[in-house]
């Protein structure tokens, strides 16, 4: 059997039931209190574009295991009561990342519209990233 959902449809799905913001909109908020930026994308994404300043990294495929309080690999910030503004590249995996974090019972979440990569041609803070070694 076949793909019976594709990934636009997903996408489509979870956009159907999160909260999007625009650029203008995380802009205002960063730096705010009570807010944390998540950075879903993978390291090496990471470190070969930068980051939104302040950002906590939370690759999507741990995310589900940091934002679990009984996970070995769980981060307080899931569990701070912040409001959670979530980004990737392009604004797919962080809309997929948003629901699920709403599904498991996180209703302070959000995502930006055209992700990391809108965030960057917009001009606005950017800071890097140390590569691993």
């Not at 909109?25 to 390291?43: H, Y």
């Amino acid at each position: 059997m076949g793909i019976t959902k594709g990934i636009k449809q997903l996408i489509a799905e979870a956009r159907d039931r999160i909260r999007t913001l625009t650029l203008d909109e995380a802009k205002a908020k960063l730096n705010g209190p009570n807010v944390t930026f998540i950075d879903i994308r993978e390291p090496h994404e990471l470190e070969a574009d930068g980051v939104i300043p302040g950002a906590v990294p939370a690759p999507r495929g741990m995310l589900e295991f940091l934002a679990d309080p009984a996970s070995p690999y769980h981060k307080d910030v899931f569990s701070s009561g912040n409001e959670l503004i979530l980004y990737c590249a392009s604004s797919g995996r962080s809309s997929l990342a948003a629901a699920t974090l709403q599904d498991m019972g996180l209703s302070h979440v959000a995502h930006i519209d055209g992700g990391f990569k809108a965030w960057k041609q917009a001009g606005l803070p950017v800071e890097p990233v140390a590569k691993q070694k």
